[in-house]
C-alpha cells in the first residue's frame, strides 16, 4: 500500500509540476504578446510623432525661405530707396555749392543786401546740412522698420508653423 501511496504522491506532484510549468509557459506566451501589442502601438505612435515633425520641419523650412526672400527683396528696396535719397542730397548740395559759388550780383557797399545774401548763403548751407542728416536719419528708420517686419514675420511664418494660429502652406 505505500508503494500505491507514493506512486500517487509521485503522480499528484508530477501533475503539479506540470501545471505550473503550463502556467508558466502561458503566462511567458501572454507577456510575449502583450509586448509585441505594446511595442506595435508605440511604433505607430512614434512613426505618426516622426511624420508629423516631419511636416511641420518642412512648413517651418518653406516659411523660413519665404521670410528670407521677403527679407532680401526689402533689403533690396531699402538700398535703392536710399541711392535714390543719397544722390537727391547730393544734387542739392551741389545746386547749393554752386549758388554760393557765383558773384553777388548786388552793388558793392550795400550793407543790407550784402547781409540778405549772407542770409541767403547760411540759409542753403542749413539746408543742404539737415538734408543730409534727414536722409540718413530716414535710412536708418527704414532698416529699423525693415528689421522688425522681417523678425515678425519670421516669428509668425517660421516659430508659429504647426501651431494654431501659424502660417501652414
Not at 528670407?68 to 548740395?93: F, H, K, P, T
Amino acid at each position: 500500500m505505500s508503494a500505491r501511496l507514493i506512486a500517487w504522491g509521485l503522480a499528484v506532484c508530477a501533475l503539479i509540476v506540470g501545471a505550473k510549468a503550463l502556467q508558466s509557459h502561458l503566462i511567458s506566451k501572454g507577456d510575449a504578446q502583450g509586448a509585441a501589442r505594446v511595442q506595435h502601438a508605440w511604433d505607430t505612435q512614434e512613426n505618426a510623432r516622426n511624420a508629423a515633425t516631419a511636416r511641420d520641419n518642412a512648413t517651418r523650412f518653406r516659411n523660413a525661405e519665404r521670410t528670407a526672400n521677403e527679407d532680401a527683396q526689402r533689403e533690396a528696396a531699402r538700398r535703392a530707396r536710399d541711392a535714390a535719397a543719397a544722390a537727391v542730397v547730393r544734387s542739392l548740395r551741389a545746386e547749393v555749392a554752386r549758388l554760393n559759388s557765383r558773384p553777388d550780383p548786388y552793388p558793392a557797399g550795400d550793407a543790407g543786401l550784402a547781409a540778405c545774401a549772407g542770409e541767403a548763403r547760411a540759409a542753403r548751407e542749413l539746408l543742404g546740412e539737415s538734408s543730409g542728416a534727414y536722409q540718413e536719419l530716414a535710412a536708418e528708420a527704414d532698416g529699423l522698420r525693415d528689421q522688425v517686419t522681417g523678425l515678425q514675420s519670421f516669428a509668425r511664418n517660421v516659430c508659429g508653423a504647426g501651431k494654431t494660429g501659424g502660417a501652414v502652406d
